[in-house]
């Protein structure tokens, strides 16, 4: 499967984003969700959906704020993020888990989109 990420951008403390990822197929069956990497530390899981069924998952870092969901559709996921903070400035990764778990693990993703930045300004 082939993920397009896209939606990033720069915004000040208390705005909104939403992220999308683009499946080219394949996500019957599987986890998707997304990962953020901030400089100069290691990529961290954010939220998660399997895609039957739609069970959710959410760092605590988020929980509240972030909201995933998808699109039958139209193969996309969606990271919707209210109230942002400094702190959640990172390169954000949509991925696909092999597992049937919302909560998605690194060493399980098959397959990763190519980033988009998010940048939260104070």
């Known amino acids: 499967v082939q993920l397009q990420a896209y939606g990033g951008g720069l915004v000040l403390a208390g705005a909104s984003l939403r992220l999308s990822c683009a499946a080219s197929g394949g996500t019957v069956g599987y986890a998707m969700g997304w990962f953020r990497q901030a400089p100069g530390k290691e990529r961290e899981f954010v939220a998660g959906?399997?895609?039957?069924?739609?069970?959710?998952s959410y760092a605590d870092s988020v929980k509240g704020r972030f909201t995933i969901s998808r699109d039958n559709a139209k193969n996309t996921i969606y990271l919707q993020m209210n109230s942002l903070r400094p702190e959640d400035t990172a390169v954000y990764y949509c991925?696909?888990?092999?597992?049937?778990?919302?909560?998605?693990?690194?060493?399980?993703?098959?397959?990763w989109g190519q980033g988009t930045l998010v940048t939260v300004s104070s």
């Open positions: 959906i399997i895609w039957t069924g739609g069970s959710t």
């Open positions: 991925a696909r888990d092999r597992r049937l778990s919302p909560v998605l693990v690194r060493g399980s993703v098959d397959s």
